[in-house]
């Protein structure tokens, strides 16, 4: 099956600063790459999400990119804020399989104002 | 309100009793899963639906059973009860195919003694 592996498991920065969380996959039939943000206390949301097919992505402040042949992708976020502290989840599915996603072990960031 | 729902919020069960908890959602997604998150192992699969009156086991279904009779409904047992079942757990679901987008629940934090 599939196995996400999520590094680091907590990252500190300076408000304004740029983070970075990067994770790996070994199936290489996975194709679906979304990124969770959880806050404490409540339930993950998705933040952002990039296909197989393409090998960037950007929503204002955060970037996803995905290397299919080295199997990892990672996430950037940039002018980081307060509010961008949470734990964020990395995961990897086979939209043509099962469909089912499988999690990295989840990075804390905290945004140090 | 659109959206999924779970019940209880919180349950404090002792060891060997019968529990179950209920997830449902109005969203006429196909797909419907159960996570357990645990500090330092992120979120892992339990058990799957990808359309009613079908079940597929996930990383760690021991333990656990799950029913779709139908498209909102999505309920998880646990026929006995154990310590190392003290989680939170959270229900989600999605279209397959599509955006693969899941939408999680509120969790339920339970606590088997």
């Known amino acids: 099956g599939e196995n996400v592996e999520q590094h680091p498991s907590t990252l500190s920065v300076q408000e304004g600063d740029s983070a970075v969380i990067k994770c790996t996959y070994s199936d290489s039939a996975s194709n679906y790459f979304p990124w969770y943000k959880q806050e404490l206390g409540k339930r993950p949301q998705l933040i952002i999400d990039i296909r197989s097919n393409v090998g960037e992505k950007k929503d204002q402040r955060i970037a996803v990119t995905l290397n299919k042949t080295a199997k990892h992708f990672s996430l950037h976020i940039t002018e980081t804020q307060p509010e961008d502290s949470a734990v964020y989840f990395c995961?990897?599915?086979?939209?043509?399989?099962?469909?089912?996603?499988?999690f990295g072990t989840g990075t804390r960031l905290t945004v140090i104002p | 309100i659109a959206g999924i729902t779970q019940a209880p919020t919180s349950q404090i069960l002792a060891a060997g009793r019968r529990m179950t908890l209920r997830c449902t959602q109005d969203?006429?997604?196909?797909?419907m899963y159960w996570y357990r998150q645990d500090l330092g192992l992120g979120l892992r699969l339990i058990h799957y639906?990808?359309?009613?009156?079908?079940?597929g086991k996930g990383e760690v279904p021991d333990g656990y059973s799950v029913s779709r009779a139908n498209t909102d409904d999505f309920p998880l047992t646990l026929a006995s009860a154990v310590p190392s079942q003290t989680s939170v757990y959270f229900c989600a679901s999605s279209w397959t195919g599509g955006t693969n987008e899941q939408f999680f629940g509120p969790g339920t934090r339970l606590t088997v003694l």
């Open positions: 995961a990897a599915s086979n939209s043509n399989g099962a469909n089912n996603l499988f």
């Open positions: 639906s990808n359309t009613a009156g079908t079940t």
């Open positions: 969203m006429r997604h196909n797909a």
